[in-house]
Nanobody
Framework: QIQLVESGGGLVQPGGSLRLSCAAS????????MGWHRQVPGKQRELVAE???????DYADSLKGRFTISRDNAKNTVYLQMNNLKPEDTAVYYC?????????????WGRGTQVTVSS
């Protein structure tokens, strides 16, 4: 089992920045990929970014240049630095973790953290 706890969400004005964190516990030695997805009511959850244990990254094309994912393997924590935030970035942001090279349908998920971008 893997437990994921997100933090760092909140209310920010357009153009502002936030840094999300997600700490993993449990069978952490089996984790390869960690990442972030987001969801707004009425829409499907969508990829924000993912990062492998070796540092390989994958981003949603629309977010490249504003969002940066990073990872501290020693702390079993993944981060998402979000800059120049826009109202359309408002969503619940979920952390995910994937064991080895398993299918993403077996991913573990955190409970989510709300990010609201509004003036």
């Amino acid at each position: 089992q893997i437990q994921l706890v997100e933090s760092g969400g909140g209310l920010v004005q357009p153009g502002g920045s936030l840094r999300l964190s997600c700490a993993a516990s449990g069978k952490i030695f089996d984790i390869n990929t960690m990442g972030w997805h987001r969801q707004v009511p009425g829409k499907q959850r969508e990829l924000v970014a993912e990062i492998t244990k070796d540092g390989g990254t994958d981003y949603a094309d629309s977010l490249k240049g504003r969002f940066t994912i990073s990872r501290d393997n020693a702390k079993n924590t993944v981060y998402l630095q979000m800059n120049n935030l826009k109202p359309e970035d408002t969503a619940v942001y979920y952390c995910n973790a994937r064991l080895g090279w398993l299918d993403p349908k077996y991913d573990y998920w955190g409970r989510g953290t709300q990010v609201t971008v509004s003036s």
